[in-house]
């Protein structure tokens, strides 16, 4: 059975930074890319970020380059997302998913494209 459990959502100030952790089992974490999603209320799932199996390739919707980085550490199965110069606007569900393929799938940003799931961590992000 896969799991994948993210933490380290919260409420934050605007310009303020956190960062997501996402703990994978029950997959061969080493061997397969790993992205992160969000959703708001009544909106569709829009793709964040995506990294290979070995961390060398990543990549990034518009709206969060420069200010988000994702990394894993494949040694503790884990997944991150530092988020740093938050706005208003990066208020959502954040969800972590994995793929069976080392590198994120094309187009990587479409959910139907991610095999797991995991039930998401909020971030809320104030004025």
């Known amino acids: 059975l896969v799991q994948l459990v993210e933490s380290g959502g919260g409420s934050v100030q605007s310009g303020g930074s956190l960062r997501l952790s996402c703990v994978a089992s029950?997959?061969?974490?080493?061997?397969?890319?790993m992205g992160w999603f969000r959703q708001a209320p009544g909106k569709e799932r829009e793709g964040v970020s995506c990294?290979?199996?070995?961390?060398?390739?990543?990549s990034y919707t518009d709206t969060v380059k420069g200010r988000f980085t994702i990394s894993r550490d494949n040694a503790k199965s884990t997944l991150y997302l530092q988020m740093n110069s938050l706005k208003p606007e990066d208020t959502h569900m954040y969800y972590c998913?994995?793929?069976?393929?080392?590198?994120?799938?094309?187009?990587?940003?479409?959910?139907?494209?991610?095999?797991?799931w995991g039930q998401g961590t909020q971030v809320t992000v104030s004025s």
């Open positions: 990294i290979s199996w070995g961390g060398g390739d990543t």
């Open positions: 029950g997959l061969t974490f080493g061997h397969v890319a």
């Open positions: 998913a994995a793929t069976t393929r080392r590198y994120c799938p094309g187009p990587w940003s479409h959910g139907s494209e991610w095999d797991y």
